[in-house]
């Protein structure tokens, strides 16, 4: 396995919600689901028991899914509970994936970033357009949900990761 990203998507969006309702909408398996396009279908396996565990205050656990055909099991850890949660995703679409997510109090709302570094198995560019594609369609689906600041939403830069932009290749380790 290749411990080194290659690419590193961040795609922002201002929304006008208060971060503990942002939290609510984006820790909420239903509403996980609900961001993904037709185009690139997410089905977590079970919902219900994802949802129980996040109420009970569970800050690390197991989310096995599928994306489209492809099974999809990410390991989820809270990092600051209503602020930050990574996930470390498992599939045959990458050699590496680490999502991170964060939530940052403004005085109108919460700026949101979903800060992705990863590895395509195979299609190399042209599959990371495609990540790049569907995180900003994400963005623009949550956003039918949560109000958000006008030309803010699914602001996307992806980039090839430079060699010496990761120093601690730790920090791409699936916990255990």
């Given amino acids: 396995m290749d411990s080194r990203p290659a690419y590193r998507l961040r795609v922002t969006t201002r929304y006008l919600a208060p971060p503990a309702e942002v939290w609510a909408q984006k820790s909420d398996p239903v509403a ?23 109420a009970d205050g569970a800050t690390r656990l197991r989310v096995p899914a599928r994306l489209g055909p492809f099974p999809w099991e990410a390991v989820v850890r809270v990092t600051e509970p209503g602020l930050s949660f990574e996930g470390h995703g498992t599939s045959s679409l990458f050699s590496l994936y680490h999502h991170t997510h964060q939530l940052k109090p403004i005085a109108d709302g919460t700026h949101y970033l979903d800060d992705v570094w990863f590895t395509p198995a195979a299609g190399g560019e042209r599959f990371a357009q495609v990540v790049c594609r569907l995180f900003v369609a994400r963005h623009r689906r949550a956003a039918r949900v949560l109000a958000a600041e006008q030309y803010t939403v699914g602001n996307a830069v992806l980039r090839h990761v430079l060699e010496d932009e990761v120093l601690d290749s730790s920090r791409f380790a699936v916990p255990s």
């Fill in 32 to 54: 996980i689901m609900a961001e993904f396009p037709l185009w690139a279908p997410f089905k977590i396996t079970r919902p219900d028991e994802v949802a129980a565990a996040l």
